[in-house]
């Protein structure tokens, strides 16, 4: 935690006054904390308790590729001078299990250096909460409970457990998938279960992965490699309920052997395999994004399939959309947790959203079903991406995020 990090404090009488409650410092929560940092705001991030990040041959086993338009963003927030540890993504190659096609994605067709980089979660919520450290308008108070919320008609009333109270005019949950905030609201969430599990380790193939992502499409579900310092390999394996458990069962050798056999030869055989974890994978969507004085974001207001790498940059999308229509709002004297406010949010964010969630599930369709012709088509889906070069290049630019145009005071 940063310094300013400390336990909840305050008489029981007295309500402090805010500007803006997150609920959850997550990368999410923090993300918006670090882009209203320096606005003038005094904002308070509540944060239930700093998670122990589960180790795999010495690292966070949970890791994210952020795309290169928000390692842009997170350089202008001065947050990623202080990521001592990400490995850039230098390309990508994706194929499928009956080898219909493949297709290969290089930084510099874009001319960039890397399509993103791979960090470990817990170092990039630490990099924030350094960015945060010293901040005069950013609180982050951990452990702290909250109790409950009361809306009122000009500020939300926030009570942690311990009876102290916090009234601002918004309140942002930031809480994660299973968003205390959200439910607590009777929010209720479109969910598509998938029925599969993530499994995620760290490991070590016998060849160097020379910053290439892999991804290939198995008829369980994807399975992807994707570069870390030294050598390493981050695995997200999605397979169906039973298989994931059988899989997360075997020892370890059995395990590297499966690996091996199932992406391929690719990177020569798995030499180690670190501690192993599994997360139930779901997409889901909350049926509201905004209430009176409420604004959710990143996994409390949608989850989606880890197969694109994308869930954490749509979040830290919404987090830069929200802080630039609050501080919009400061600055024409606005309400901001006045509705018409929060629509304008809600209006910005809904195009990407809906975007990016239909593409995965359409991905996810093609390349898991096993209709006849399909494995035909997806081989020559992908040799069409692969040989138009215009229509590739938008692509790369759009699942990079470097299309979006960069938050204004980043700019
Ligand atoms: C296997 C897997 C691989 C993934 N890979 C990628 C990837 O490569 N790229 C990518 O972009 N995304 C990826 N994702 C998705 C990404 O991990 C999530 O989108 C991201 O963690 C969401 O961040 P968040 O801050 O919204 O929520 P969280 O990370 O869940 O953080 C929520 C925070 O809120 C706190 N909290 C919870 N309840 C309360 C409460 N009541 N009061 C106070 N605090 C509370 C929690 O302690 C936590 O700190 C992956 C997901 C999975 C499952």
Redesign the pocket.
Known sequence: MSPRSMQAKGAAGHVEQADVVI?????????LACALNGQGLKVLV??????EPRYSLGRDC??????AG?VEVLQGLGVWSHVDDAEPIRGMRIWDDQHSGSIRFDAAEIGQQALGC?VE?SRL?AAMQQALAGSRSVEVR?P???ERVRWGVDRAEVRLHGGQRIAAPLVVG????????RRHMGIGVQVRDYRQQ???ATVRPEQPHRGMAYQRFLPTGPL?L?PLPDGQC?I?W?AADTEAERLMALPDAAFAEELFLSFGPLLGRIMEVGER?????RMQMAAHLVRPRLAL?????H??H?L?????????RDAMVLAQEIVDARRFREDWGDPAVLDRYLKARLPDLASVMGSMEALHQLFTHQLPGLSGLRGLGMRLIGNSGPVKRQLMRNSTGLALPLPRRIV
């Open positions: 609920i959850g410092g997550g990368m999410v929560g923090l993300g509540l944060e239930r308790r700093e998670a949970r890791v994210s590729a952020i795309v928000n791979i979660n919520v951990c702290v409970e909250v930031a809480d994660g998938g299973h968003s205390w905030l993530g499994i995620v992807a994707l981050s997200v999605s974890a599994a997360f139930p994978l974001i990143g996994d409390a207001a989850t989606i880890p694109a790498g994308l869930g954490v940059n749509l979040g830290l």
